[in-house]
């Protein structure tokens, strides 16, 4: 079915016809890892687990009904075949040459992938060393503004499209943790922002230069790193303009996926939480460039916002007023792109009885990343191919920081992200929404919401 027109409840989602460009500023290990392992997939060689748009199974209809579709047969994906990738990166590497320097994958595989890899060389980057410290390349452009520099990203993302034969694109950030930057006057409206790109404003970062760009070309953009890009007013103001959709921020793959399944459960439970250690080590380029505490103060946000949103301390003060919740990240070489996440977390129970959870997640950053990467890029295109526009809060099932709009609370439950998800494809299929009542049985009547 995928490929089809399919009808949504209230519009046609336009075909996944032609090829799609998944382009990704930063081709370090995280993007070699989807490039090598979409290739491996392609030829047969691996499975792609973790990715729910391929793996993905979806319940239809009453409970009675027993009806299971695959994600991808529901909805109208992009199919890998279809799939072509480029990117930006600072070092000129090609895809082959930087997966092999972030030792993720094994030689064995990246010998099979080779062809294909070496073909993917990195497009000039726009960077400035005011946001990344602890890396510099010399695969940089130059341009007398930041505008030049914006409109230099917009005519590769034209030339990548033409010289590939694709129809449309989606642009991930696969890039490194830029410095926290909050947001400044000239991030409060599209015209402020484009008059700061155009008077090299230093608080404009590279990253919402690419946003900017692909939102003017009509890209949909998904930001992997803490970085404040699509936060700020102006560009989503843009997305709005555009018709382009945004999702939010941050990757949410190990230790943070855990903290919004453990989380709340425990809330649910209304179990009182004291306090929650986490820290990690990382040896990756990723760990080199957290080691900076301007870089590191981005995720440090990114990551303790999950659990004050869970613990809503205003809604149960005797639970949660007094959390106290630490995150390290320490740079840790030997360790290479295998994380390893410790956390302590002190509970109390019944009559305030104290007691003790530890995790110990041993994990591969990237392994984790990459299908997070194809997921958000396939679903990325369908939103835009329904006409879907600014942010889609059914993605925040895939970040650390999801985005909702103003005045709305962010979810940060890993499974009312999933129902959200769900339903969002039952409704871009045609299909009934589940609201999990399950009251038929009883005799109420529920209408279709079985
Ligand atoms: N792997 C995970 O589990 C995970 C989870 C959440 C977020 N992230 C984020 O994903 C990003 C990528 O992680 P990674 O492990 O691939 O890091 P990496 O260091 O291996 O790769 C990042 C690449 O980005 C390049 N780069 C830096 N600034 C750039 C710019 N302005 N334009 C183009 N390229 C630029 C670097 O040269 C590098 O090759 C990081 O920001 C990381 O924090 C990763």
């Not at 480029?86 to 030689?107: C, M, Q, R, S, T």
């Not at 953009?221 to 699509?230: C, F, I, L, Q, T």
């Not at 003060?317 to 977390?345: M, Q, T």
Request: proline share 5%; glycine share 8%; net charge neutral.
């Amino acid at each position: 079915m995928a490929g089809t027109p399919t009808k949504a409840n209230s519009k046609t989602i336009a075909p996944a016809k032609g090829k799609l460009a998944i382009l990704t500023p930063g081709m370090g290990a995280v993007a070699t890892t989807l490039f090598a392992g979409v290739i491996a997939v392609k030829k047969g060689i691996s499975k792609p687990i973790g990715s729910y748009t391929q793996m993905g199974k979806i319940r239809l209809g009453k409970r009675t009904e027993n009806r299971y579709s695959d994600v991808n047969d529901l909805v109208p994906l992009a199919q890998l075949n279809d799939i072509v990738f480029g990117g930006w990166d600072i070092f000129p590497e090609n895809a082959y040459e930087a997966a092999a320097h972030a030792k993720v994958l094994e030689k064995e595989l990246l010998l099979q992938v080779k062809d294909e890899l070496e073909k993917i060389k990195p497009m000039k980057a726009v960077f400035d060393r005011e946001f990344i410290k602890r890396i510099d390349g010399s695969n940089v452009k130059t341009g007398k503004n930041k505008m030049d520099l914006a409109e230099q990203l917009r005519q590769d993302i034209r030339d990548f499209l033409k010289n590939n034969g694709c129809d449309r694109a989606v642009m991930v950030w696969c890039a490194s943790t830029e410095v926290y930057t909050p947001p400044t006057a000239v991030h409060k409206t599209l015209k402020s922002f484009e008059e700061g790109l155009k008077n090299n404003d230093p608080a404009i970062s590279p990253s919402q230069i690419y946003t900017y760009a692909a939102m003017k070309e009509r890209v949909p953009y998904a930001n992997g790193s803490p970085n404040v890009s699509v936060e700020m007013p102006c560009l989503q103001e843009l997305s709005l303009e555009m018709a382009t959709p945004i999702s939010g921020s941050d990757f949410k793959t190990g230790q943070t996926l855990l903290k919004t399944v453990i989380a709340p459960g425990l809330r649910n439970r209304q179990i009182g939480v004291a306090g929650w250690y986490s820290t990690n080590i990382l040896g990756n380029r990723d760990g080199e460039v957290l080691d900076d505490p301007g870089s590191f103060k981005a995720k440090e946000v990114s990551k303790s916002g999950v659990l004050d949103d869970i613990f809503s301390k205003e809604l149960y003060p005797d639970l949660y007023s007094n959390i106290s919740h630490v995150v390290r990240i320490n740079y840790y070489p030997p360790r290479g792109d295998n994380k390893e996440g410790w956390d302590n977390i002190d509970i109390f129970g019944w009559l305030g009885y104290p007691m003790q959870i530890k995790v110990n997640f041993l994990c591969r950053d990237s392994i984790l990343a990459a299908p997070l990467v194809l997921d958000l890029a396939l679903f990325s295109d369908l939103a835009s191919r329904a006409g879907m526009r600014g942010i889609q809060e059914w993605l925040s099932f895939y970040y650390k920081a999801p985005l909702a709009k103003e005045g709305l609370t962010v979810e940060h439950d890993l499974s009312v992200q999933l129902l959200k998800l769900e339903n969002t494809l039952r409704f871009f299929s045609g299909e009934e929404l589940i609201n999990h009542l399950g009251l038929t049985h009883y005799g109420v009547d529920e209408g279709e919401n079985a």
